[in-house]
């Protein structure tokens, strides 16, 4: 959706994709390991296909991002999917589109739980990830009806970068899904108590960078350090083809040892479908 082609990081790519089985629901929300707390898998929709992104740390404890994306996922509902992992890079003013750097496979175990293995970059590994929260309703001073504002949110007017929102009353966790001088692909994350994001007048927040351990390492406790500040502000009026939109201001400034700064401002879209809200 939008005034531009889907941004090449969430892009539907022509993949390789197999399933088998059916299985329990698993909700398009936040999953984690509580053994190795601080990385994760973000599940999204978007009709009936599925994106995860992999939020982890590489060999030297930065922060990288991964994507699998089956197609008709939701569709299908398959106990277990397996398909290439994708990294997607920075030119300097537009993402890849997801370069296959290893496998994943998801087998669902219950409901809103699954397996997660891997290969990549020559290495394998498994974890169990679990649901870690719901994101909810809220409204504000320029949204009058409870709106959720869950999903992936991209800049149409550069592709390659967005962020995952999740709110619920109470909470805002936003990690956002940008790159390194150097073209690679990082994260910072938003993620504090009063969400303000539907306010007619949002408070700019700060970013934290995490040092955590690499998905074949021993477990470590992330560490983290500032990174920045964001803005967001939504509202519930369709400027472009999506229900819900806004503007996002973005001001990253990655940490040693890493290089660069990533800074973004203007209109910000729902990619992936929109929640419904009960009255």
């Known amino acids: 959706p939008g005034a531009s082609p889907p941004p090449a990081v969430f892009t539907k790519l022509k993949l390789n994709i197999t399933t088998s ?7 398009p929300e936040l999953y984690y390991n509580p053994a190795r707390s601080g990385h994760g898998l973000i599940v999204t929709r978007a009709g009936t296909d599925a994106q995860f992104i992999w939020y982890t740390f590489d060999h030297t404890g930065q922060p ?36 296959a750097v290893g496998n994943a496979s998801i087998t669902r175990t219950g409901t809103n739980e699954f397996v997660f293995d891997f290969s990549l970059l020559g290495e ?28 992936l949110w991209y800049q149409p007017s550069t592709s390659g970068w967005g962020a995952s929102v999740h709110i619920a009353p109470g909470l805002e966790f936003v990690p956002f899904f940008i790159y390194d001088a150097l073209g690679q692909p990082r994260w910072v994350l938003g993620n504090h108590s009063a969400p303000t994001l539907a306010n007619s007048a949002p408070a700019t927040n700060p970013l934290t960078q995490l040092f955590g351990f690499c998905p074949t390492c021993s477990y470590t406790v992330p560490t983290q350090r500032a990174a920045g500040s964001y803005l967001l ?4 009026l369709p400027r472009f083809t999506a229900d819900i939109t ?19 401002s ?3 879209a729902l990619l992936t479908g929109k929640k419904s809200c009960t009255p």
Do not use: H
């Open 64 to 99: 990288t991002w991964y994507l699998f994306l089956p197609t008709g996922y939701y569709g299908s509902n398959p106990a277990i999917v397996t398909g290439p992992l994708l990294r997607s890079t920075w030119d300097g003013s537009k993402g890849s589109g997801g370069q």
């Open 233 to 236: 502000k939504m509202d519930a």
């Open 124 to 151: 394998s590994g498994s974890e169990r990830m679990q649901f870690l929260g719901a994101s909810g309703c809220i409204s504000g001073n320029n949204v009058s009806t409870p709106t959720d504002f869950t999903g």
């Open 246 to 264: 806004g503007v996002v201001t973005l001001d990253a400034n990655l940490q040693a040892p890493l290089v660069g700064s990533f800074r973004q």
């Open 266 to 268: 203007g209109d910000f």
């Open 21 to 27: 089985g059916s299985a329990p629901s698993l909700a």
